[in-house]
């Protein structure tokens, strides 16, 4: 069974130009995830699709970033235009149905992006 | 959510028994206990859970006192390619998952 897949793998931008990442969830899985590490910083967790709906955004960092899943399947982060602190590694995650506890995520290798 | 508090880092030897413990006094009543492991260059990866008492699988062993207020994530015989970063985290409704630092551990031969 393919895992969580992302692309590109690392995208080097100018600071003001717009960067689209994919994610391509486990087949089945409605619940996907998008989390980002900045420099140093921890995993944040950024926001939550349940099939085509945001279920949470609360961690989206500003209105810079833009988040899609049309058709409830592959899911899209479009930042623009990209600052330098946006630098990172963004990662998606995927689960299956919420059973009641935490359900276990499974996680793509990340896309890391250098703004400069 | 619970905050938790675990070591910055840890070195083995290959071959022996780690032990990564986690402090979480606030712990919820209906928080779960979950640790991640996650190796350069990837993404973080699910390696057990649980509530109270022992839990045991192929990977790791978790243990949990009866106050819950700590875990502590046992790996046996660990080898050179356990070196990674290990993150306890708690909460229930685990959707956001709040990753903290984490643990680095190296295992060194």
């Known amino acids: 069974e393919a895992g969580v897949t992302q692309f590109p793998s690392h995208s080097v931008i100018e600071k003001g130009q717009t960067v689209t990442l994919r994610c391509d969830p486990i087949?089945?899985?409605?619940?996907l995830y998008w989390y980002r590490r900045v420099m140093g910083k921890e995993i944040k967790f950024l926001l939550h699709?349940?099939?085509?709906?945001?279920?949470?955004e609360s961690g989206m960092p500003n209105n810079r970033f833009l988040a899609e899943r049309t058709g409830g399947t592959y899911s899209t982060l479009k930042v623009q235009p990209a600052e330098l602190e946006d630098s990172g590694v963004y990662f998606c995650?995927?689960?299956?149905?919420?059973?009641?506890?935490?359900?276990?995520?499974?996680f793509g290798p990340g896309t890391r992006l250098t703004v400069l | 959510l619970a905050k938790t508090t675990q070591p910055i880092s840890m070195d083995s030897y290959e071959g022996q028994e780690v032990n990564i413990t986690c402090s979480h006094n606030?712990?919820?009543?209906?928080?779960?206990i979950t640790w991640y492991q996650q190796f350069p260059s990837q993404g973080p990866r699910f390696i057990i859970q649980?509530?109270?008492t022992k839990v045991t699988n192929e990977v790791a062993s978790l243990f949990i006192p009866a106050d819950r207020k700590s875990s502590t994530l046992s790996l046996p015989r660990v080898s050179l390619s356990d070196t990674a970063v290990y993150y306890c985290?708690?909460?229930?409704?685990?959707?956001?998952?709040?990753f903290g630092k984490g643990t680095s551990l190296l295992v060194t031969p």
């Open positions: 995650a995927s689960s299956q149905v919420w059973t009641g506890r935490n359900n276990e995520q499974f």
């Open positions: 087949s089945g899985h409605d619940n």
């Open positions: 699709f349940v099939k085509e709906s945001k279920q949470d």
């Open positions: 606030n712990i919820a009543t209906n928080d779960y």
């Open positions: 649980g509530y109270k």
């Open positions: 985290l708690v909460g229930y409704s685990g959707y956001a998952l709040n």
